[in-house]
């Protein structure tokens, strides 16, 4: 596993273009750009070591609906960086699809909660290429894009799916999300403490000073941070922030 802290850029699509959204809200839709590929070439040309998207249509509808743009991706950056990828995975059957095509992770979220033998089933299946996205707001999980509140506690799942092999868990701090209000460090730290496998934060990452605070924090197991709006809206230099990562991280391990 890479030693440094990861900065990893997000391209949320909706209906084939690349978009963020504020607090999951799907009306409020902000595009950034309706070439996708050509997106991930840059963020590859700027340094990314993996990318993260996310099939929104396919997170409401509970089945892939972006598939071609995904497919465009992979095929733009090659074997060159893992591609990291969620919305609307529901079932084994997509997740060899996309494993086949080239996605190095499937990322399984809402089906998580509702069915927890799926995650199982995923992890013995795909050992090695599941991460699940566990995306709270006050500590308890949210489901379908975010739609629904459960009353699952989040450290709680956090816990029960690491026993199932996840590779990874993507924790996302809702109210954060697309705001540009700063990276809730104090809850993703609780949540990452008593784990064993990594913790990649998600939600609110604007500038610097929350690359820095996410390095301080690298040795209680957040080894990644994934971010959207502040770097297509400018706020944060992608290249920058990766290279600050690099040069504080050594320093926490």
Same mark, same amino acid.
């Given at each position: ?26 009306? $409020?839709?902000? #595009?950034?750009? *309706?070439?996708? @590929?050509?997106?991930?070439? %840059?963020?590859? &040309?700027?340094? /990314?070591? =993996? ?86 707001? $006050?500590?308890? #999980?949210?489901? *379908?894009?975010? @739609?629904?509140?459960?009353? %699952?506690?989040? &450290?709680?799942? /956090?816990? =029960? ?93």
């Amino acid at each position: 596993m890479d030693t440094k802290t990861l900065i990893i850029p997000a391209i949320d699509l909706k209906d084939g273009q690349c978009v963020r959204l504020r607090q999951g809200v799907m009306e $409020g839709a902000t #595009v950034f750009s *309706d070439d996708p @590929s050509a997106m991930a070439k %840059h963020w590859l &040309a700027q340094g /990314a070591r =993996r990318l993260h998207l996310v099939d929104l249509n396919g997170a409401f509808a509970g089945k892939p609906k972006n598939e071609a743009a995904v497919r465009g991706i992979v095929e733009a950056v090659g074997s060159e960086i893992p591609v990291q990828l969620g919305g609307g995975i529901r079932d084994l059957e997509t997740i060899e699809r996309y494993l086949d095509i080239g996605v190095s992770f499937v990322i399984i979220g809402t089906a998580a909660v509702k069915v927890p033998g799926f995650l199982h089933e995923a992890c013995d299946a795909f050992p090695g290429h599941i991460m699940v996205g566990l995306d709270a707001k $006050g500590g308890k #999980v949210a489901v *379908d894009g975010w @739609s629904k509140l459960t009353g %699952h506690d989040v &450290a709680d799942l /956090a816990q =029960r799916f690491e026993g199932y092999g996840v590779e990874a868990i993507i924790y996302t701090d809702i109210g954060r999300d697309g705001m540009m209000s700063g990276v809730n460090i104090e809850a993703t730290v609780e949540l990452a403490r008593p784990l064993h496998v990594p913790v990649i934060a998600s939600g609110g990452i604007t500038n610097l000073d929350d690359v820095r605070k996410l390095c301080a924090v690298r040795n209680e197991g957040i080894t990644a941070a994934i971010t959207g709006r502040a770097i297509y809206e400018g706020t944060l230099d992608f290249k920058a922030a990766q290279a600050l990562a690099d040069e504080l991280s050594p320093k926490v391990i």
